[in-house]
């Protein structure tokens, strides 16, 4: 299997080890939390992942032009 650059890093690692746990989290919180805390915690846990891929992303991108 193919593994891309960003998925080498550990911040990214970490990040999807952490979006994990959240999960988990909120499993555990009462279901009146359901479309409140528990949904802004998963969307937080799960942004840090996609944030470092765009990073790195744009970083190999806009480096690619330079001489």
Known sequence: MHQYSFEKLDIWK?????ACQIYQLTET???DEKYGLS??????SSSISSRVYIKIHCFNFFHSFTL
């Open 14 to 18: 970490l990040s999807i080890k952490l």
């Open 29 to 31: 919180l009462p279901n």
């Open 39 to 44: 949904s802004q915690l998963k969307r937080a």
